[in-house]
């Protein structure tokens, strides 16, 4: 595995399948939490967290627990209680050792508990079969695409609150809108690397 | 003496001259300067080039009509910006022989542009993406054989059908031998990549207002000194997509080495829809930066996403998805350039 | 910004004697401050010079009246700035006494102390003609915290069109240059600076003649841009130093003085002449003689325009120059210390603007000589955002109008702002009293 590959990797789920825009995952945080910029870079850090690290758990978990013993099957199941109790963990670990950090990611890590986002890295990661590095880097690198895109939609939606909506349209209507339609342009990326 | 009474003075608030230059005033000229373009790809191509573009013309403008009926608003076809994003629109769309583009594609993208990507925000100055581009990405993908199929050849010109000068481009780096028989691809690849002059005549396959690199050049150069549009996106945009189509355009090349600095920038520059893209799309004042290192940091954008879409990506043009993946970068790009207020040593707030 | 070439300019008109007129109405405000208290009744007889309103309090001045006659009312009347202003109405009438009619170059001034220029400027109704109006003395008494170095004589013309300062120079030099000599005393420096735009040659010239022994003050010539004449764009011309943020030129060690304004001061101090009268340009496409015209304060804007004459159907009166003016619903407004400019324009050049929705082309910001961004700031304010726009630089306006000028989408950007900033001063005197 050579360090070209580890980058493509990134760029692809940066760029090319971007979790929010091209796979569609994470539309909640996503709509709920880009009104502001500020908001939306300390939501995009903690999900980026919580995905590179939730990666090379349920790696362990797939490999040293649900293989060796043939539990594929409950792998939904087991992915989902890691992740909150991974969650839940983290949290409570930044809280007593990095005060600083948990002001910044705090109000939003109980809300990745339920992110499909994570939940959709995990199984990628399983499904493509991905080593461990490999899954890290990709859960970085989903993070990072989130992180992207959260800010991006973030920035348009700054704008969009000085604008004269239809009143129909306004909030979350637009925001789909939106979405809709950076989700278009990120199809440009479309075929830029090869799996 | 003249003789007047105090109700003929009217009342207003300073300042009581202005120039000029008016938004309508804009939107026309700009619609009148692309006509050329318009004009030759209908010589060029046939008269179903302009039933088109009457299409998409006609469809954007009872759009605007219709929606502001609709939502009360202020009418505002007067002011030309519809018009001129039906022309816009047109302007994306290829150039066929008479019948084969389905009329249906340039209505819908003409009604996307204006209901969706324009009044959906507000309406005009509210839009944050290009209405034009968002029309004819929506429909570049809804219809995709139809936008990239069926290129037409000249009844005029000795000007052969089926591939664009950037698909011959994706022919020669290997990267569309899918659809496409080897000895086929070989003839398209060695044989009929125009020539630098016919690509900037315009007597290549193309898109209705893309085809011809002096009509756009003549009507962007009319645009500037009227001080329409601003000189530093259309220079910056179309230097950087020659500076990296240069560097690596030779990266991406089969049946030679690849090798950094062989690109071929002219190629690059005359060929797709850099020129209308440059001159025309990336200038909209609504959805590009205000400032003047804004509109190079867009501008600079613009290039570097259209050559790696052209090298890299499976889009065969990158033009539009450049421009429109900066457009949603430009709130962004705003808040790093911020004008130094007078006796600070800041600039705004964030 | 370049609104010059019009084709409406007087600066070639020499300075005319305005015609008398049969009234007088004399706001007894007139400047930034407390408004004077009238010491007239009716029925008094006065004559010219004499004092009508008194100062009240500390930013106040002294009101005079230019003409002898008989007051005949104290009553509300309109101003170019306000509907109901205290006003000395008097009916002209008796004979000029000689008070102030002699223009002398002696030196009798030099034995006067600081505190007493500064008590004359008061005393004399001394404010700044440029425009802003402030009380002269109040500007002239430097707190002893803050270090002057250079006063900074402004004979830019603060507006297109207007050409009084342009006129005064070429015609009232050696007055000016005693009158600078009175300001340096009075501030107690020795530097001055006298900021010209190059297209008035002449003026320079002129000048440059009479200070050509004098190593202490420096003539310079800035482009030609408006707005040129605004304090901190001129400050920083002259000096290369930008008056803070929030602050005065004096946070700086400069001083800003209308050439007008000192011209006054020497008529006041040689003279004994107090400010009752003043050079107006009066011009627009529909006046018939434009011309720059010393004009009696108190005059009302009909006298005036009966004496210019009108060719074309006036549309819009405007009080001041085309780009900060104020548009008069009435020709009863009179012309006070601060007139510097009436414009009369005809319905062809006084077209209604519609504001449209901003396109964002940016071309506010980049004519904006305050480094703002005016279309978000005037989004904020129309959103009620007001702490926002603060922060984006509010209270920075100069009210220059250069960016309305240049709006494609005929936006009222300046008036906008302007909104803002009298909310954020309706609040803060909430705030404060209420």
Redesign the interface.
């Known amino acids: 595995m050579s360090v070209e590959s580890v980058i493509l990797l990134v760029m692809s789920a940066i760029f090319i399948n971007n979790f929010v825009l091209a796979k569609f995952l994470g539309i909640c945080p996503f709509i709920g939490v880009s009104r502001q910029?500020d908001s939306a870079l300390g939501m995009g850090m903690a999900v980026t967290f919580v995905l590179t690290i939730s990666s090379v758990v349920t790696w362990f978990v797939h490999s040293y627990l649900l293989v060796p013993y043939g539990l594929e099957f409950l792998k939904t199941i087991a992915f989902i209680l890691v992740i909150a109790a991974l969650v839940q963990f983290v949290e409570l670990v930044l809280k007593k050792s990095s005060p600083a950090l948990y002001k910044t990611l705090g109000i939003y890590l109980p809300l990745i508990t339920t992110n499909c986002a994570v939940l959709g890295a995990a199984s990628i990661n399983v499904q493509k079969g991905y080593n461990l590095l490999m899954s890290t880097v990709f859960g970085l690198g989903a993070g990072l695409g989130f992180t992207l895109a959260l800010?991006?939609m973030a920035?348009?939606r700054?704008?969009?609150?000085?604008?004269?909506?239809?009143k129909v349209?306004r909030g979350a209507p637009?925001a789909f809108?939106?979405a809709g339609?950076?989700s278009?342009?990120?199809?440009?990326?479309?075929?830029?690397?090869k799996e | 003496m003249i003789k007047y009474a105090s109700d003929d003075l009217v009342v207003s608030a300073a300042p009581h001259v202005r120039t000029r230059l008016r938004v309508p005033l804009v939107m026309w000229v700009v619609s009148a300067t692309l006509l050329p373009a318009i004009a030759w790809a209908g010589y060029v191509f046939g008269p179903w080039v302009l039933v088109v573009t009457a299409a998409a013309v006609l469809a954007a403008v009872v759009t605007e009509l219709a929606i502001t009926l609709l939502?009360r608003r202020p009418q505002t076809v007067s002011d030309g910006s519809a018009f001129l994003t039906g022309l816009l629109v047109a302007c994306n769309m290829p150039a066929t022989g008479w019948g084969v583009l389905p009329l249906y594609v340039p209505v819908v993208a003409s009604i996307f542009a204006i209901a969706?990507?324009k009044?959906?925000?507000?309406?005009l100055g509210?839009n944050?993406?290009n209405p034009a581009l968002?029309g004819r990405?929506?429909v570049f993908?809804a219809w995709l054989p139809a936008m990239t199929g069926g290129w037409a050849g000249s009844p005029a010109f000795d000007v052969v059908s089926s591939a664009t000068p950037l698909n011959l481009l994706k022919f020669q780096s290997g990267m569309m031998q899918d659809g496409l028989q080897a000895g086929s691809q070989a003839v398209l690849g060695m044989r009929l990549a125009p020539s630098h002059g016919d690509l900037f005549l315009g007597l290549t396959p193309g898109c209705i207002g893309e085809i011809s690199a002096a009509a756009l050049l003549l009507g962007g150069l009319i645009l500037i000194l009227l001080r329409i549009v601003n000189w530093e996106i259309p220079l910056t945009y179309i230097a950087s997509t020659a500076l990296f189509s240069w560097i690596f355009g030779g990266l991406a090349m089969t049946g030679q080495a690849p090798s950094f600095f062989t690109g071929d920038p002219l190629y690059h520059v005359l060929s797709g829809g850099l020129m209308l893209g440059a001159f025309y799309m990336a200038t909209d004042w609504v959805t590009t930066p205000v400032s003047f290192g804004g509109r190079i940091v867009f501008a600079l954008g613009c290039g570097i996403?259209t050559v790696?879409?052209r090298l890299?990506?499976?889009?065969v043009e990158?033009v539009?998805?450049?421009i429109?993946?900066m457009?949603?970068?430009?709130?962004?790009i705003e808040?790093m350039f911020v004008p130094r207020r007078f006796g600070t040593s800041e600039g705004r707030a964030a | 910004m370049h609104p010059r070439d019009i084709g409406l300019d007087t600066m070639s008109s020499p300075i005319r004697n305005a015609f008398l007129p049969h009234y007088l109405y004399i706001p007894l405000q007139q400047h930034i401050g407390s408004p004077a208290e009238a010491v007239v009744a009716p029925g008094d007889v006065v004559s010219r010079g004499d004092v009508i309103g008194k100062a009240s309090g500390y930013v106040s001045v002294n009101i005079h009246t230019p003409l002898p006659g008989k007051v005949i009312a104290v009553q509300d009347h309109v101003t170019a700035t306000a509907d109901r202003v205290p006003t000395v109405v008097i009916e002209v009438e008796g004979r000029f006494s000689l008070k102030g009619q002699v223009s002398r170059q002696t030196d009798a001034w030099k034995s006067l102390s600081r505190d007493e220029i500064i008590s004359r400027m008061k005393e004399h109704g001394l404010v700044g003609m440029g425009g802003a109006t402030f009380p002269m003395h109040v500007k002239y008494s430097v707190p002893a915290d803050k270090k002057i170095t250079t006063l900074l004589v402004n004979a830019v013309e603060c507006e297109p069109f207007l050409s009084a300062d342009n006129r005064l120079v070429i015609e009232h030099g050696e007055d000016l240059v005693t009158g600078i000599e009175i300001a340096l005393k009075a501030l107690g420096v020795n530097r001055a600076i006298i900021g010209f735009e190059a297209d008035m040659p002449e003026a320079v010239a002129r000048m440059r003649g009479l200070v050509a022994n004098r190593s202490n003050i420096e003539v310079l010539v800035f482009p030609v841009k408006y707005p040129q004449g605004a304090e901190k764009q001129l400050v920083k011309a002259a000096t290369g130093l930008e008056v803070p943020s929030g602050g005065l030129p004096l946070d700086i060690g400069v001083v800003v003085s209308n050439a007008g304004s000192l011209v006054a001061l020497k008529e006041a101090v040689v003279d004994n002449k107090p400010l009752f009268e003043r050079i107006v340009t009066v011009t627009g496409d529909a006046v018939e003689k434009p011309g720059n015209y010393k004009i009696a304060i108190g005059t009302r804007v009909a006298d005036v325009l009966a004496e210019v004459g009108l060719k074309k159907k006036p549309a819009r009166i405007i009080i001041g120059g085309p780009m900060m003016g104020l548009a008069q619903y009435s020709d009863q407004v009179p012309v006070t210390k601060g007139t510097s400019g009436i414009l009369v324009l005809s319905a062809r050049r006084a077209a209604v603007y519609r504001h449209r929705?901003c396109v964002r082309c940016g071309k506010c910001m980049t004519v904006c000589p305050m480094g703002l961004v005016p279309l978000l700031l005037v989004?904020r304010v129309e959103?009620g955002m007001d702490d926002e726009a603060k922060k984006h630089g509010l209270l920075d306006c100069i009210e220059c109008g250069c960016c309305s000028a240049v709006c494609p989408s005929e936006r009222h950007l300046s008036q906008a702002i302007k909104l803002g900033k009298l909310r954020h001063v309706a609040k803060k005197r909430e705030a404060a009293g209420d």
């Open positions: 910029l800010i991006l920035g348009v700054e704008r969009l609150e000085e604008c004269n909506i239809p349209l637009i809108i939106t339609l950076i278009l342009a990120f199809m440009g990326f479309a075929g830029m690397i | 939502l969706v990507a009044h959906a925000f507000g309406g509210q944050w993406i968002a990405i929506f993908f996403l790696l879409i890299t990506g499976s889009n990158g539009s998805f450049a429109v993946l457009n949603i970068t430009v709130p962004l808040r | 929705p989004s959103l």
